[in-house]
C-alpha cells in the first residue's frame, strides 16, 4: 500500500485529459462476449483492476480472450456453454460479482463458486439470490448473503420483478437470468438506473423494451458477438470536473466521456450548485421508447466558479450514486448546505461511503453529519477546507476524493493507500499532475 501526499494547487488547472474507459461498459461487453456465439472486439476496454478481474473470470469459464493492440478481442462459450466447476475470484469488483451469477445460474446441471478480496466479502449477494432463487437458480451464500458463495445451474422460470432498491446491478442480474428463461422477464425499477445492460443487449439482438420503470426481454437461443467502443467513464471524470470547479482559474476539457442521461446525474446537480460544465449531454430519454444500443459521447469543459448547496433527492441517487461522495466534497466548499437523503446505498459500496465520506472530510475540517441514508454538509464557502489525512481504506474512490481534496484544501491532504484509484483509474494521478503543469 503506498501513500501520497497531494499539495494544494497554486494556479488554475489547465488542459485536457482523456477520461479513462467506462468500467461499467466495460465488464459488461466482456461479459456479453463470453455469452456470445462468434469473436467480439471492444476497442478501448479499461485496463484496471476491476475489469481485469472480469476477463480472468470469462476465460476460467472457457472464453478466449486475446488483445490485439488496445482492443479485446473474446471468443464467446455460448449462452449455455459455461464451463462447469469453475472457482471465479471477483477481486475488488462488486459489478462482476451481481452479474455473472445471472448467467450462471441457467448453465443447467454445472456448480460455479464465487468469491473476492476482503472488501467484497463484506458486500451483500441476498439481493441477487433472491430474484435468482425465484427463477429456479441456487445460491448458497455464506451466513445467507455473503461471499464466499456457490451457484448451482437450473431450468429457468421468467418472472416479474420488482426491484427493492434502485440497482443497476441487480437489474442486470435479472436481465441476464431472464434470456435463458421460459418466458417474458420483467424488472420494475424503484427509480431509473444506468441501463447500460439494456442498450448492449439490444445491439446483441435482444428483444428488450422500456415502458416507464418496466424493463422486459425475451428469451433468446443465442447472443450477437458485437463490436463495442467503450466511452470515457464519466465516474472517473468526474474527479477531474470536480477539482477543476474547485480549484480557482481552472480550466480544463475532460475528453471522449460518456453522457448516457442515465449516468449524468452528477452534472446535473453541480449545474444546480451553479458550476459551468459544458458539453452536448444525452437529452432525458421518452417513456416507453424502444432500447437504443448507441452510448452517446462528448467532451466537457469545466471552469471553476462559486458554488451553492444543493438537495440531492432519492429519485436522484442511482443516477450519480458512486459521484455522491465529490457531491459532499463540493458542498464543503459551497455557500449554505448540501443535502443528501435516499442513499443508504452509499453504505454497501466498497466501503460504507457514509461514514467514510463523513469521517474523512471531517478529519480535513470540514462541518458534515451522517444520516442513516446519506449526509449533510455545512458548507464553509470561500472559506474552504483546511486539509489534513485521509485513509481511503482500500476504496479507489474514497482515494481519488482525497486527492481532490487536497488541491483544493489550505495545507494539503496525504492519502493513505493511493495505489487503491488503480481499481477504476491507472493513470489517475498522471492525469491530475498534467493538469497541474507538472507532467
Ligand atoms: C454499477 C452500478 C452501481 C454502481 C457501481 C457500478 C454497474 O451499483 O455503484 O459502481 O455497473 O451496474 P448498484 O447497481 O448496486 O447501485
Redesign the pocket.
Known sequence: MSDAFFAPATAGLQGSVTAPAD??IS?RAALFGAMSSGTARIVNYLHAQDTTSTLDAIRVLGARVRLEGDDVVVEGVGLRGAGDGAMIDVGNA??LM??LPGWLAAQEGSTFQLDGDASIRRRPVDRIAQPLRRMGGVIEATDGRYPPFLVRGRALRAISYVLPV?????K?CVLIAGMCADATTTVTEPAP??D?TERMLAGAGVRIARDGLDVSLQPVDSLHAQHIVVPGDL?SAAFMIAAAVLVAGSRVTVRDVGVNWTRTGFLRILERMGAAVQGELEAVPGTGAAVASAEPICDLAVAAGPLRGTAVAAEEV?LA??ELPLVALLGCFAEGETVVRGAQ?LRV?ESDRIAGVVDGLRGLGAEIEATDDGFVVSGAGCRGLRGGTIDAAGDHRMAMLGAVAGLASHEGVQVVGIDAAAVSYPGFQQDLARLRGRA
Open positions: 468500467k461499467s465488464h462488486g459489478t451481481r452479474l434502485a440497482s443497476a446491478q441487480v442486470s438506473s444506468r447500460h465516474s442511482p450514486i458512486d446505498e459500496k
